[in-house]
């Protein structure tokens, strides 16, 4: 990994991570699954300290719990997400899937059926031993998960494999799930339904649960256990209960160190299988069910029910839902890869009620933007239910009554207006009805449709001389108060706006609002025409696209912001300022924005504009770093810079001055 990128890396999101080493390093890889109901994120890790290579995360898609890994399921407070793991209980002690030996033989990745239904897959060896005493025997893992359709689960399928053993070797498997605390700080286990579950019984409305479908096993509902040492004398699961089932917090844990006084340590869930003697060559297969409820009544029904299929007729049934999706083909295994990781990260993404976390870890909340974004691609994927319930979401609770778009956790006031929202809303909902011929969803949702093409042709927006919308807030959530950006035109709301009115026209016709259908396309012409040719505030010169005019005919080529208190820094007593009050001026050309017009077909992409605007454009390669990539824009001015100084004679950041390089958004 290029060293300028593992800096950027160390100092702008380990930082953030600090409660717990390994929710963040540089050795992780995630993999999404998930079907609307439960997201699953498997985290394969090749860290040498870190305790074992494979671990899960689960969420609720329909709540987004936190702003990292911290409020994941899966994530306990003081041992971090380790504890989902399976192990190997023999006499020559507890056989772990641990980095420090796997690091080489590790495999691992997604992989799509014939219908592209994604499972996880990985082979590890097991040959690590938590005693001193050096195994004899060397034990190899295979995995699969997948996440049913239509169930809040996951299946996991564990094949334990005796490599190498000169005499038959007596084996457990050894399962555990430690359930985030601040959800889930109770346990017992539902011998009815040979399932563990823990929630909070008295009054909570999340459960989750542990269950091995195709074996007998032994469960140990407990607190957090003791050294893992203690497993192979049957030492484990010594704790407070209340009786002889259930398992409620306490102050103090064994050897562990203690968390601040107001934390506990929750309950865990484990079951141990006995898989019996295992001869050289000779493998065991034990599948589990992880799921996630309302009630303790529902995971134990779920648990029920995937139990009573099993395994590989669930897949089998998973599948076979896939077969309406659109099925692509690139000739190019990469490309292919590439499509059918796509739309199963999308499937995996989207709540079955519409709602999409902008980002996982990060943003937590929604954007029309990035919602009306995806839902192209789940259209384009041919997941048309699930664009209807997005779509559905974005018009019913993302635009208020004026036609506003809702971004970052709010609706923004009209000088801060993203109008490009609107224009991408208008798109989806387009590319729905091409793909779909839904044409009731248009007609039922017509009067909120109407509102959000009308929003960016209001009074406040719309600029008569230039017959363009103007705006003091870019498709960068860059502004006037943090970033110095004036009123005028941006090329990203234009081209946005030009093209969601191109499109409710065409929707207007569908529903017989000719007059709605007349004026969008007329003023979608205008406003495209004024971008290319209007003598004084055309956003082209020299044969090339321009990013931004003001109001009085200039171009607006740099930004000077002010003094912005980003966050305050809890590490000390100082605080963490908006980069712009560091270096005062930015440059703001090229922008990688001039060539989305090229894309959608705004401007011939054979012709000399676009190719003077793609070549300009070559500059924002390698902008600010040294491994690959284009930057959104010139790197002066993007909004999550952190203290780097300017080289005027360039007007490209000198990194000499600093030892924090920044992360480009494309790589």
């Known amino acids: 990994m290029n060293e300028r990128y593992r800096m950027w890396l160390g100092k702008n999101y380990l930082s953030d ?37 494979i671990v899960l995360h689960f969420m609720n898609p329909d709540r987004f719990e936190g702003r990292n890994k911290t409020d994941s399921f899966t994530y306990h407070q003081q041992f971090g997400p380790e504890y989902t793991f399976v192990s190997l209980v023999t006499d020559d002690g507890i056989h772990l899937p641990n980095p420090r030996q796997a690091v080489v033989d590790l495999r691992y990745g997604l992989q799509f059926d014939d219908n592209g239904f994604p499972i996880f897959w990985a082979t590890y060896p097991l040959d690590y031993t938590f005693t001193s005493t050096r195994s004899r025997t060397v034990f190899n893992v295979a995995e699969e998960m997948f996440v049913p359709e239509g169930e809040a689960a996951l299946l996991r399928r564990v094949t334990v494999t005796n490599t190498r053993g000169l005499t038959p070797e007596s084996a457990r498997l050894f399962v555990t799930l430690t359930p985030n605390q601040e959800l889930f700080p109770e ?17 909570g409305d999340e459960f989750l649960s542990l269950a091995v479908l195709d074996h007998p096993a032994k469960h140990m509902v407990a607190e957090f256990p003791r050294p893992l040492e203690a497993i192979v004398d049957d030492t484990f699961g010594v704790g407070s209960h209340d009786d002889d089932s259930r398992v409620k917090p306490r102050a103090s844990y064994g050897n562990y160190p203690l968390l601040p006084v107001s934390a506990h340590v929750g309950a865990v ?62 000739g190019d295994q990469n490309l292919d890869t590439l499509y059918a990781s796509t739309r199963s990260g999308l499937h995996a993404s989207v709540a079955v009620s519409g709602r999409m976390n902008a980002g996982i870890w990060g943003y937590n909340s929604e954007w029309v933007r990035d919602s009306s974004g995806a839902c192209v691609g789940v259209v384009l994927s041919g997941q048309h239910e699930i664009a209807r319930a997005m779509l559905t979401r974005l018009i019913e609770g993302l635009i208020d009554e004026s036609g506003m778009a809702f971004g970052e956790a709010r609706f923004y006031t009209p000088e801060e207006a993203e109008l490009d929202q609107n224009g991408e809303l208008l798109y989806a909902i387009w590319q729905y009805w091409v793909h779909s011929r839904d044409a009731d969803f248009i007609t ?8 959000v093409a009308e929003f960016p042709l209001r ?60 004026r969008w396309r007329e003023k ?39 003094a912005y208190i980003h966050r305050p820094s809890f590490a000390g007593p100082t605080t963490r300022m908006y980069p712009h009050n560091l270096y005062r001026e930015s440059e703001l050309e090229p922008s990688s924005f001039e060539a989305w017009p090229i894309a959608l077909g705004l401007v011939d992409p054979a012709g000399d504009l676009a190719k003077r605007s793609l070549v300009r454009m070559e500059s924002l390669w390698n902008d600010e770093w040294d491994f690959g990539g284009y930057g959104l824009q010139n790197a002066t001015s993007e909004i999550s810079k952190i203290g780097l100084s300017i080289d005027r004679k ?8 600093t030892d924090i390089p920044r992360m480009p958004s494309s790589a």
């Open 444 to 451: 039922q949702h017509w009067d909120r449709i109407r509102t």
């Open 524 to 562: 979608s012409t205008a406003i495209w025409n004024s971008v290319l040719t209007h003598p004084k505030f055309r956003l082209v010169e020299n044969d090339h696209l321009m990013f931004r005019r003001l109001l009085d005919g200039s171009f607006q080529r740099e930004a000077a912001g002010s």
């Open 269 to 330: 869930l484990a079951y141990e299988v006995d898989l019996g003697e295992l001869a050289e060559g000779e493998s065991r297969t034990v599948s589990l069910c992880y799921a996630y409820g309302d009630s303790e009544q529902e995971v134990v029904e779920t648990t029920s029910r995937l139990r009573e299929a099993g395994f590989d007729e669930t897949r089998s049934a998973s599948s076979s839902r896939w077969t309406g999706f659109n099925q692509v083909g690139f």
């Open 187 to 203: 346990a017992h286990h539902v011998t009815a339904g040979e399932v563990s579950v823990a929630g909070v019984f008295e009054d």
């Open 17 to 53: 991570a600090s409660i717990h080493r390994h929710t963040a390093n540089l050795n992780l890889d995630h993999h999404l699954l998930g079907n609307g109901r439960l997201q699953a994120v498997v985290q394969v890790t090749r860290d040498t300290q870190a305790r074992n290579a």
């Open 650 to 657: 360039s007007t490209r950041l000198n990194s000499s001055h």
């Open 459 to 518: 009074s406040e927006f719309w600029v008569a001389e230039a017959q363009m919308v103007q705006s003091t807030r870019d498709i960068r959530e860059r502004d006037r108060e943090r970033h110095g950006l004036q009123p005028g035109f941006d090329l990203g709301h234009q081209m946005w706006v030009t093209v969601g009115l191109e499109k409710a026209a065409e929707l207007a016709a569908i529903v017989g609002d000719e007059k709605a259908s007349t």
